[in-house]
T-cell receptor, first 113, second 117 residues
């Protein structure tokens, strides 16, 4: 099976702009989670989607939003970008079997100038 | 309080030696899961091993084993016969609650492991 894919891999934006990141889960996985990774804060949970519904949300401002489509692909959007939004954004999909292990994509590295 | 603590920011280990990466956790939930992931410099998070709170035996996956000491709330990763390709960041993560109830992982700060030839 193909792994989790994320596009684009790299993005450079300026403050105030908005950005949309995309994630395609492993075939058959219906749950998608998003994480932000920064040197200062480490890995932090953003939100999780299952069957097009957001089931859980981390402690991030409303500028961070997401959605999931009927084919389980997910997008996250960050509006009004700030310098502090520069990070590696990781998407993970879950098989919902046994341990419900999360399998990660390669990430999107966002730089805000 | 930190829920996941990894006390070793960095480690140097000679190739072919075994290495133990420390992880302690804090939760009051009787059901939880502990995960270890490897993150090479490329950035992708690679799943290594899982231990459930009710699992009676320590988990093993090839060269990886998890030394699970429930009373001490410790879940150390052991890598046997280390290889140069093991050089990476290693993260311990916890899921609180039953596997089907919660998909949020709580992460430690990570340990940077460097294998010396």
């Amino acid at each position: 099976k193909a792994g989790v894919t994320q596009t684009p891999r790299y993005l450079i934006k300026t403050r105030g702009q908005q950005v949309t990141l995309s994630c395609s889960p492993i075939s058959g996985h219906r749950s998608v989670s998003w994480y932000q990774q920064t040197p200062g804060q480490g890995l932090q949970f953003l939100f999780e989607y299952f069957s097009e519904t957001q089931r859980n949300k981390g402690n991030f401002p409303g500028r961070f939003s997401g959605r999931q489509f009927s084919n389980s692909r997910s997008e996250m959007n960050v509006s009004t970008l700030e310098l502090g939004d520069s990070a590696l954004y990781l998407c993970a999909s879950t098989d919902r079997q046994g341990a419900n292990t999360q399998y990660f994509g390669p990430g999107t590295r966002l730089t805000v100038l | 309080a930190q829920k996941i603590t990894q006390t070793q920011p960095g480690m140097f280990v000679q190739e072919k030696e075994a290495v133990t990466l420390d992880c302690t956790y804090d939760t009051s939930d009787p059901s939880y899961g502990l995960f270890w992931y490897k993150q090479p410099s490329s950035g992708e998070m690679i799943f290594l091993i899982y231990q459930g709170s009710y699992d009676q035996q320590n988990a093993t996956e090839g060269r990886y084993s998890l030394n699970f000491q429930k009373a001490r709330k410790s879940a150390n990763l052991v890598i046997s016969a280390s290889q140069l390709g093991d050089s990476a960041m290693y993260f311990c993560a916890m899921r609180e609650g039953r596997p089907d109830s919660n998909y949020q992982l709580i992460w430690g700060a990570g340990t940077k492991l460097i294998i010396k030839p």
